[in-house]
């Protein structure tokens, strides 16, 4: 307590005791302390309470917007496109010999073997290894989470349709049952102590398919399940929507670009009136003595047309809009800014928009790029590489694939993980740009294949055939192959100089 406290305590203990407390709260951090106009919100819920009481809405939200914004499924497809890609993340065999040289025989044999897998990798062979790995990515990014589950092995009413019997189930985020035991199991899906994860407790069908019997959940061992997740806190068992922070932009966004595209709609429709004279004139006929009571005239709307029939002290006037507002390209535009931001997004790639100049184009480009780098690492640390390793086990227990002597079984897993390349914005720049490196010998060309998303080994094969084919069709020309008059021309140039 403060001196000034202290004395004031014994003659008026209620007062010193409020001055000290006052003391304390202008002690804090300014914005611990609410104001009339500043309320500071706060939540000090746990992770997992928060999305206890806001999973699903969130998730319906999202799945609400992508199917009915077009900015929201933009924003998808562009994350997607950059984090998973075209190709799919690829996966390059890495297996060493014991004298830690690469095993090219054997890791070309998995590659082979891996490749025919990837025709058919998820149980209702409907989907590529490509695609497979977009659908989870789109899945992870808008839901929040996404599940696959790996069936080994022989299965009865299952024919994996590859050399390796191994399938992945792909299942959406409502497959998980949402209950909580308040110890073990939390939001349908239960914990150690030390928070590893244990087991799932899963529907077998989509609980929100209408035409879908759902029985109870099942247990199932966490060992073959690959949860994918997006999660901002600690311990946090399920997966939050990638658009949870900027929904409600989306939603008041989509609400103000609909009001200006009615509006736009309204004005474009011409609309005119008839301004009359004095009020005098108001019902009166257009007969000659004026004692009419006025008939109804009807005005035909067409290009050049010429009114003949109104009457003294009227004039045709016509509403005039200024829909779409002017401020409706800046708002906008600072909105997807700002939702850009909210989703690690590129703005420029969300709003077709690329107006800058190179220099400014590629550094926005590089400082995204490192936000979509993010992304697909751990797309791959969670989806990829668990899926893969799981391969390779079936590959060899299966007998598919029987791994030498000389092979280092340490290595037997590794492999090195394609994410897309960052898209070159302008060649004739980037390729000098590279050219530099590697005659400063700071880089290789691995490395650079590796960059722009290519396997250098397949690179290499290529051209080797590539060079086999030209010399067999006699398209290349060497030193020892020059024209015939050649030397004919060379010295008529020496004669002129």
Known sequence: MRILNKIISPFSPAWALKRERASKILAAYESA??????????????????????GNTL???????????????????????????????????????KDGTLHKEFSDELQHLFKDWS???????????????????RSWLRDGEALSKSIMGIVPTLNHGTKVPYSIELLEADHIAD???????????????????????????????????????RKISAGIIDHIKFTDRLRQARGVSIFASVLNRLNDLKDYEESERIAAKISASMAAYIKKGS???????NSDDGEGEGEEREFSMGAGMIWDNLQAGEEVGTIQSNRPSQLLEPFRNAMLKAIAAGTGSGYSSISKSYDGTYSAQRQELIEQWIQYAVLSNEFIQQFVEPTYMRFVKMAVASG?????????????????????????????????????LLELKITSPQKIMRQRGDNPTD???????WEKELIARGLTITEKEQPANAGASKKEDDDDE
């Open 119 to 137: 025709r058919k990798p998820e149980t209702t062979h409907q989907y590529s290894w490509a695609k497979t790995q977009r659908m989870v990515a």
């Open 179 to 217: 209950y909580s035991d308040g110890q073990n199991i939390v939001q349908g899906i239960e914990h150690n102590g030390w928070g590893q994860q244990t087991y799932f407790h899963l529907y077998d069908k989509n609980p929100l398919d209408g035409s879908a019997y759902t029985t109870g959940a």
């Open 33 to 54: 302390q609410p104001s009339r106009t500043r309320k500071n919100p706060a939540d000090n819920s746990s992770g997992n309470a928060l999305m206890a009481k806001a």
């Open 59 to 97: 998730r319906g939200q999202a799945r609400h917007l992508e199917q009915n914004h077009d900015l929201c499924r933009g924003v998808l497809n562009t994350l997607v496109a950059y984090v998973v890609g075209a190709k799919g993340i690829g996966i390059e065999c890495q297996v060493l010999k």
């Open 279 to 285: 009020p005098d004139s108001f019902g009166l006929g």
């Open 400 to 436: 598919q694939i029987k791994v030498p002597e000389d092979v280092d079984v340490r290595t037997l897993f590794d492999a090195d993980y394609l994410p897309p390349s960052m898209p070159w914005i302008d060649p004739k720049k980037e390729a000098e740009g590279h050219a530099r």
């Open 459 to 465: 690179i290499l094969d290529q051209n080797e055939k």
